[in-house]
Structure formats: C-alpha cells, structure tokens
C-alpha cells in the first residue's frame, strides 16, 4: 500500500528526528537547539543524559522517555500526539536517531499515517568515523552492532570480509578485543580502521592490519568507549579472459 500524502500542516503536528553532538556540545546547530526548544515534547533516550544537554542550552520542552524497550507503546502514543496537532522532537543520547537507535517504528507509523516528518540533520558516528578513516567511500556497508553470540558474530565477519567495499559495525568495549582477534583469525593483514571517543577529549582513531590492531588492545589495560569499526573491502577478484 503507497504511503498517504502529508496532511495539511496546519492541522497537524510534526515529527523532527533531531541528530545530537556525540560528544562535542559545539557540533548542536543552532537549528536543533531552536527546534527543540520550541516544540511541543522531546522524545529522549536516556531522559537524564538530555537533561544534560536541556540545561546546558536552555531547553525547558517537556520530555518523555523513549527507548527500545517501550518503543512499540510509545510509537502509536506518540503518532496521535502529532495527529491531534503537537510538534515533536525525536532524539537518542548522541548521534542521529533511528541509526541503530529507537526511533523508526515512529518515523514508520507518522509515514503511514501521512503525518510530516522533518530531519534536523547532524552528526552520526558513523559517518563521522567513515570520513576520517582514508578507505574508499563511493560504496560501503553499514550492519549496525555485531551480534552478541560468538557464531553469529564470527558468522557476520566472515560475510563482511568476502565484500569488495568497507563494511561498518558498532562494537563495545567489552568485545572489541574478542572482534579484532576473530577478524585477525580469518584475514590477519587485512586493513581496519578503529574509532571510538568521537569529538570526545579522548578521541582515538587507528587504522592498520586486523592482526596488529587486536595485539594493541589485548594489551591494554582498560578500554573505554563505543567503537566504530570499520574493515576494509576485499581485493576485487581479476576476471578471466573469455
């Protein structure tokens, strides 16, 4: 069924998906911080980390919690909220939301319902990492976070190695050691590229072989951060001469 045509934005509210700094507060456009000022409610992930950021920028929008755990109730919730004519911000702790971050059973149920949906564009991790990173960027793959399961996750590395263009993940901290190790297992030199701390005062970006990343962080004592991991694509197979 072909989405509904927008509905006359008089009569009805707005949805903003509203992208957040990821750590440096100079990276919030002037644009958000009006928006969320000015609309009817702010949807947060964590309603304590936008707190943070309200009070920093004076932002005084009442602010409802809306994470992946009540997402489903929250969506239909919230898309009535806009069809009975409020204005509302879509955010998550840092980054743009709905990028393997709640938000698109929202955006899906305003599309739908032909309610407007506006995008307040700004940073995202994965771009961010992406830009800086020095592999090609013409085409990549994005597969959000890596699978908890060792075999699933195992499964899903050995896929990305068999692509000829750089495919991204989000990792933890608490596997990045256990990924790189794996990938140094199936393809020790093949190029990686690490990121985590973006815009952060201890931001770190590295990029070398799988094998010589994964010995550089089994031997550190503690690691911090979210990671953006980024590996290289596969050298493109030469076609035999007909």
Known sequence: MAEQAPRHPSRFGVLYVVATPLGNLEDFSPRAV???REVDLV?????????????????????????EQNERVQAEKVAQCI????????????????????GFRLVAACRAQGLPVVT????????????ISGLPTDR???????????????????????ETCPTIFYESPHRIVKTLSAIAEMAHDREVFVARELTKLHEEALKAT???LAEDYRNRSSIKGEF???????????RCAS
Do not use: M, N
């Not at 943070?52 to 932002?59: D, T, W």
């Open 34 to 36: 009006r928006v969320l």
């Open 43 to 67: 949807l947060a992930e964590d309603t304590r980390t936008f707190g943070k950021l309200a009070q920093r920028f004076g932002i005084q929008s009442k602010v409802w919690s809306y994470h």
């Open 83 to 102: 069809a009975d004519g409020q204005s509302v911000a879509l955010t998550s702790d840092a980054g743009t939301p709905t990028i393997s971050d709640p």
């Open 120 to 131: 307040v564009p700004g940073p995202c991790a994965l771009i961010a990492a992406l830009s």
């Open 140 to 162: 990549f793959r994005f597969e959000g976070f890596l699978p908890v399961k060792e075999g699933k996750r195992r499964e899903a590395l050995a896929q990305a190695l068999e």
């Open 210 to 212: 799988a094998g010589a």
């Open 228 to 238: 953006v991991l980024i590996i290289s694509g596969a050298p493109k197979r030469a």
